[in-house]
């Protein structure tokens, strides 16, 4: 899969995305049999001028 690594973090951007988020772990919480993930954002890329998709209630949606 094509990718770039990002500036902030070294992560892996994949190619032809809408759009990315480079992130910082800030803390772990367990919530029960998974665990929240919350992160602080060091750099957003904008990538492809299409339309997204949205899940909601179980089903997907585009986003124009």
Known sequence: IPFKRGEASSAAILDRTLSALECQT???YSAGDHDLVVGRVLATHLGL??????HRNSEFFAVP
């Open 26 to 28: 800030e803390n772990i």
């Open 49 to 54: 001028n299409d339309s997204g998709l949205v």
